[in-house]
Structures are given as C-alpha cells and as structure tokens.
C-alpha cells in the first residue's frame, strides 16, 4: 500500500527557533495535507495543497507542496509554546477496491520545545 | 459554528461486546469518513460514506460496519471486540468526496 515517510520522528528545539519537517513518498499524489493533533484530541488541519510546487502560509507556518507531486515541507518560523505537538503529513489514497479516498497518514513528527 | 462532533468520548468494553460510536458532520458537509489511531501512530482508514452509501473501505475486518443518515450522521459498529481494537476513533468530514477533511475530537475504546 502506499506510505507516507515523515521526518524527522521528534524535534526537540528552543522557543523561537524554525522548525522544518517532510514528507515523502514514492508514490505521485494531488493533495498534500498538514494537520496539527495534541494529546487526547483530534488532528487539525493547517494547510491543504493542491497543485504541484505551491507555497502557502498560515501565519507562522508555511507549507510546500514538492514539484514531483512525492514530497511536501511543513516550516514553522519563530516556535512558541503552544506550537507543542505532534503534525502529520496526510494525501488521499486509493481503497484496494478503487473506491473513495481515504487518507494516508505519516507517522507524525513529535515537536516538543524546550524552554 | 460547530465543528465535527463524536459521542461517547470514552467507551469501556469488554472482550466479545459491541460498541457504536457517533458521530456529526460540520453542518452542510455531506461525506463522512471514520479512522482508527492506535498509540503512536497516524491515522487509519476504515469507511467512508456519501450520501447514504459506502464510497470506499480501509483493510479492517468485516467486523467493522458504518452507516450514514438522510442528516448526513454517522454511526460506526465493532462487533466481536478485541483487545486489539482498543483506540482512538476518529470522524472526518468533507464537503463533498473531496479530500480536504476536518476531523472530530474522537472517541477513545478501551477493551479489557
């Protein structure tokens, strides 16, 4: 099936530091997704992409959707406390079937700021 | 307005029960999906549903059943539950089949 490989798993930074992080796959995808999950609740959605090589910011966070259509950047400028959590890549997949896209998820990177 | 919303928000079983949970799309959204998280780990595919109808199922045992209502409602079954199944069951929703999707706060099962 197809996979989302996330890097990196953790990050441990100071606040005010940038934060980057990817995604990557081998396989071509249309919709690049970000979302952001604290402990004991549901993933947010930060920014969506839809077309190869766009760039596009959400405040503090800019995300790159890559011009192969297999990879896609998150950046985060100026981290703040509340920037703690774990973000997930996310791009719609094909059923075994050929049916409705689910998505497919990576396996998040752990963002933890230090103080 | 509100968001996606889920009930229970836990969920205690016992091996062999079964369990529903619920769950609200953001008003006007029409498609519904449901995922399962197990601890540290992203989201997984189970169903999602359009209109009333399957529109497309992750590799879960047929175990798991959902339905859609004419509100646009979901509710999603476990029969035969396994410890295994223990996990955050989290509900998506999307304007129409589209991919962008906006999740609920989910419902955490544990089976004992």
């Known amino acids: 099936g197809q996979q989302l490989n996330q890097s990196p798993q953790s990050m441990f930074i100071q606040e005010g530091e940038d934060v980057s992080m990817n995604c990557t796959s081998s396989s071509i995808f249309n919709t690049w997704l970000w979302y952001k999950q604290d402990p004991g609740e549901g993933p947010v959605l930060l920014i969506a992409l839809y077309k190869a090589g766009e760039l596009t910011s959400n405040g503090r966070l800019t995300a790159q959707f890559g011009i192969t259509r297999k990879d896609s950047f998150l950046n985060i400028s100026a981290s703040i406390p509340s920037d703690v959590g774990i973000y997930f890549c996310?791009?719609?997949?094909?059923?075994?079937?050929?049916?409705?896209?689910?998505?497919?998820f990576g396996k998040g990177t752990h963002l933890i700021i230090q103080p | 307005d509100a968001g996606v919303t889920q009930s229970p928000t836990h969920l205690i079983k016992t091996r062999g029960q079964q369990v529903t949970l619920r769950c609200s799309p953001i008003s006007g959204h029409k498609s519904v999906s449901w995922y399962q998280q197990v601890l540290g780990q992203g989201p997984q595919f189970i169903f999602q549903?359009?209109?009333?109808?399957?529109?497309g199922r992750g590799n879960f045992p047929d175990r798991f059943s959902a339905r859609q209502f004419p509100n646009y409602s979901s509710e999603l079954n476990v029969n035969a539950l396994l410890l295994g199944d223990s996990a955050l069951y989290l509900c998506a929703s999307s304007l129409l089949t589209e991919e962008t999707q906006y999740f609920g706060p989910g419902t955490r099962l544990l089976v004992l």
């Open positions: 549903y359009y209109e009333k109808e399957e529109r």
């Open positions: 996310a791009a719609p997949g094909r059923g075994s079937g050929g049916g409705a896209d689910g998505l497919t």
